[in-house]
């Protein structure tokens, strides 16, 4: 049964996986209303709380291992549903175990580093699983597009060369293959918006007052630069998406079929981990067992001596009565 669940998701997201070495057309080779087949709406909430239950039971595994992380990175345009995907996605796994950065603008700490450095600071630990609301890939991204940024940096002449864009996508994927070859995986999502569920997602934050908070006219002087944007991001795909670190299109102008589809891709990591829960050894077990003997003889009179015990016994054989202490 499990392993007909991994298929099943290894085949959905297949079509969303970007093979290393392809080069990527965004506009010709992925389809922003792309919904696997998937008619209803209702069928897609059915498959994310399927999800979200998976990646309930994997985190749990992934935290008591405490061997392998794992890292997922966000991207997207403005208003792409970076930050309801993490919400909807990750809704029913223990918070202790997650932990979500945001980077925005560098700080002038940041700035006096390399340009990876802020992004290693939030790295998520063995057992824990770190959500990167973008990512070091702003570094080829809002960089590219905006060549400013790169001044801020203060980088010798020597690192500003016409092959700079080159040279970082090679230290990052070299930064990734470290990462993995020490135990962290890395899960890399573009929510893919068209420019029109843009422009409509724009307009609901004017009209509804309660979004107003998240609208910016900046968003509207970035729409601008949409076609850099998506050379951009055609170029990053082509780049950076490697063997051990794949990167993944998700179609985002349908909020829900998008949020499946990241559930999808974090649940087939976590199984390819296979995460277990650690075997204690025959010398504990006899420890614990006589734990569980006092225990035991503490039990008021008339009630259970083991009472998650005696449910299991229960739910198991129908009717069978539990062990009670002597009145």
Known sequence: MADDRAERIAEFIRPLRVEPGRKVHLADDFDPGYKAGIRKKKEGVELLRTGVELLADYQRRLAAQDTYGVLVCLQALDAGGKDGTIRHVMSGVNP????????????????????????????????????????????????????????????????????????????????????????????????????????????????????????????????????????????????????????????????????????????????EINPQYPRVSDETRRGLAEVRRELEREAPKGAALDPYAASVSKGESGNRKPRRRAP
Request: with cysteine; charged share 30%.
């Open 96 to 271: 202790q175990g997650v932990q979500v950065s945001s980077f925005k603008v560098p700080s002038t700490e940041e700035l006096d580093h390399d340009y990876l450095w802020r992004y290693a600071c939030r790295l998520p630990g063995r057992g824990e699983i770190g959500i990167f609301n973008r990512s070091h890939y702003e570094e080829v991204l809002v960089v590219r597009v905006h060549p400013e940024n790169l001044d801020r940096q203060r980088l010798p002449d020597s690192a500003r060369g016409p092959d700079v864009w080159d040279r970082r996508y090679r230290e990052i994927n070299d930064w990734e293959h470290y990462l993995t070859d020490n135990g962290f995986r890395i899960v890399k999502l573009f929510l893919n918006l068209s420019k029109e569920e843009q422009r409509i997602r724009f307009l609901k934050r004017i009209d509804v007052p309660e979004r107003n908070w998240k609208f910016s006219p900046a968003d509207v002087r970035e729409r601008a630069r949409w076609d850099d944007y998506q050379r951009a991001f055609s170029q990053m795909l082509s780049a950076t998406s490697t063997k051990w670190a794949p990167w993944y299109v998700v179609p985002a102008d349908h909020k829900w079929f998008a949020r499946v589809c990241a559930a999808a891709v974090l649940a087939h990591t976590l199984i």
